[in-house]
Each structure stands twice: as C-alpha cells, then as structure tokens.
C-alpha cells in the first residue's frame, strides 16, 4: 500500500514538474535522482553482489528500460487527464499484464491459472476506471 500511495505522489510530483520543464525532462530528473538515492541506500545497506549483474540472462536487465517506458507515460498521462485516471489505468494495466504472466508463467514467474475469481477482480478494476474517468 505505502508503494501504491508513494506512485500516486510521485505520479502528482512528476506531473507538475512535466508542466515546468518537460515531461521527458521530468522522467529524466525523477530517474536520476532516484538512481543517487537508490546508490547511496545500496552503499551502506545492500547485502548483494553487483558483479553478478553480468551473469543474469539479458533480458533480466530490461527492467531500467520499462520503468523509463512506465514513468515517461505516467508522467505524460498525468497531465494530461490527472492523477486519479492515470493511477488507476496503471492499475488496471498492472493487474491484467500480472495476470497474463502467472496464467503463463511468463519471465520466471510460476503458473498460477486464470479463474473466475481473478475474472471478477478484473471487470470490477474496469469498472472502477470508468467510475474515476
């Protein structure tokens, strides 16, 4: 909940910078930023070993690009239609893409099948996006 409610202060914060500079720019900024506190938190409390970025599988290391994907278009959303709507299509895209990765058990992920119940869960998000537009 603290990450869904920090995306939705970071979604406002990003596009009102966007509106300023850029919403590229914005994207750019929020990035590197993030890229120097995420340094300094590793530098004093990380407990893994960096070096064994090399022996991943390439694909594991297209995370960076995604999320320059995911924050640029949130960022561009939210100035366009608010933060509100465009949270809320994030998390309705979010539960679906998770969704459709566990009933294929995509990326390393295990299988969990598509139900009624994840069915539901879905066409109630749906609904709730239409309710915020």
Known sequence: MIA????????????????????LESTYYIFIIGAMATFLVTLFFGKGDLRQILTVPKWN??????????????????TLMGVGVSVTA???GQIIMS????HFGLL?????????NRLIAVVLLMISFV???
Request: aromatic fraction near 4%; glycine fraction near 16%.
């Open 99 to 102: 969704i459709l990765i566990e």
């Open 90 to 92: 994030v998390i309705v």
């Open 108 to 116: 390393g992920s295990p299988r969990i099948a598509f139900n009624r």
């Open 61 to 78: 290391l297209t995370g960076g690009l995604l999320g320059v994907v995911y924050l640029a278009l949130l960022v561009i959303s939210v």
């Open 131 to 133: 309710l915020v537009l």
């Open 4 to 23: 869904g409610m920090s995306l939705s202060i970071e979604a406002a914060i990003g596009g009102a910078l966007g509106e300023h500079v850029g919403e």
